[in-house]
């Protein structure tokens, strides 16, 4: 993923999915909002990431909104949900004004889930950094990489269980510092099965690729999985998430 600025207008959406209800579901019901706004590279995958979380409103019970639109970013708006998944925006993405709704929405006790290139976005706003854990740097291309589990023990890796490690294609990112001594890691990226590499750029030795943290009363998730249309595809990856946003929005 190169960082180009795009010339061409986003466009922008809103729709919703509400949950039926199972017995099987847990008492509290979900309301999850999607936002994908990008102001530089645009991933594919978007489309896919969108039917993932869509799919997954269904089967896990969440009252589900996907959007584009960065001026419904106000507290009237933001205050009807639990949890907020960034899927794949970039760049800068929120004004000012955006930004203190955002904020203080999320220190009410919110949840917060990125999805891959939640990264690659805000860099000029601290804050945004440390509730994402870090800032997308550089990768090499796009291959097959095995992915060590360190820690299995949150709900998001549930799909993983008895698992030492995970061999898919995806775009391994590398970040502009190591979040390992601000969150919680539970993979990194055994960065010896990478083959394809122009430059050693993308080395980070210790390489983290999947966190979590608390701080500020937010719970906060970022994985690297989705660069690809068949990242979201994946059920392993897609229970991953939906693992994630269950224990986002405190069901966990």
């Not at 990008?38 to 594919?44: D, I, M, Q, V």
């Not at 943290?213 to 897609?238: L, M």
């Amino acid at each position: 993923m190169k960082k180009l600025l795009l010339l061409s207008i986003c466009v922008c959406f809103l729709f919703s999915v509400q949950a039926q209800r199972p017995d099987a579901f847990p008492e509290k019901t979900l309301n999850v909002l999607v936002f994908s706004k990008t102001s530089g590279w645009k991933h594919r995958s978007i489309s896919s990431g969108l039917k993932m979380f869509s799919d997954l409103a269904t089967t896990e019970g969440w009252n589900l909104t996907a959007t584009e639109d960065a001026n419904l970013f106000t507290m009237d708006f933001l205050v009807n949900f639990d949890v907020v998944v960034f899927l794949n925006p970039t760049y800068d993405v929120l004004n000012a004004k955006q930004q203190v709704a955002f904020k203080t929405f999320m220190e009410t006790g919110k949840g917060f889930v990125g999805v891959h290139a939640a990264t690659d976005c805000e860099y000029e706003w601290e804050w945004f950094g440390k509730l994402s854990g870090a800032y997308f740097k550089t990768h090499p291309p796009t291959q097959k990489a095995k992915v060590i589990f360190e820690d299995l023990n949150h709900p998001a890796m549930a799909p993983f269980e008895g698992m030492d490690s995970y061999t898919t294609v995806d775009e391994w990112y590398s970040f502009t510092e190591n979040p390992r001594e601000r969150v919680h890691v539970l993979a990194s990226l055994d960065e010896s099965t990478i083959k394809k590499a122009a430059n050693d750029e993308w080395k980070m030795g210790d390489h983290p690729l999947i966190w979590w943290q608390e701080f500020d009363s937010i719970r906060s998730f970022y994985s690297v999985f989705g660069h690809t249309h068949e990242a979201f595809e994946d059920p392993k990856i897609q229970a991953h998430y939906a693992g994630a946003v269950n224990w986002a929005g405190r069901r966990e």
